[in-house]
């Protein structure tokens, strides 16, 4: 069974920068896909970010490029998420994800795992 969970998440103001960690458990997830995605209060989840089992595919969101980079150590099981410049409209539980496919997740198929999700709000 997979488990995830995410940490790092808090309140910040306006500019200031947070770093997400999620930490995966249950099986080895060298070759696992794995991933960011937000959902803010009304809104549906959307993506955020992805780095592929190598890391030599990543992909981001049109809202967070250029301010948010993600990573992950394959040692450790972890993935992370450096939220750089962030905004207001940042605000968000933040869901750490993965799938065996990197395709897959980020198209979110219903084999990718989920976190419990971790809040993230940025003041004005």
């Known amino acids: 069974q997979v488990q995830l969970v995410e940490s790092g998440g808090g309140l910040v103001q306006a500019g200031g920068s947070l770093r997400l960690s999620c930490a995966a458990s249950?099986?080895?997830?060298?070759?696992?896909?794995m991933g960011w995605f937000r959902q803010a209060p009304g809104k549906e989840r959307e993506f955020v970010a992805a780095i592929s089992w190598s890391g030599d595919s990543i992909k981001y969101s049109d809202s967070v490029k250029g301010r948010f980079t993600i990573s992950r150590d394959n040692g450790k099981n972890t993935v992370y998420l450096q939220m750089n410049s962030l905004k207001p409209e940042d605000t968000a539980v933040y869901y750490c994800?993965?799938?065996?496919?990197?395709?897959?997740?980020?198209?979110?198929?219903?084999?990718?795992?989920w976190g419990q999700g971790t809040q993230v709000t940025v003041s004005s």
């Open positions: 249950g099986r080895t997830f060298r070759s696992y896909a």
């Open positions: 994800a993965v799938d065996r496919v990197y395709a897959y997740l980020l198209s979110r198929r219903s084999s990718v795992s």
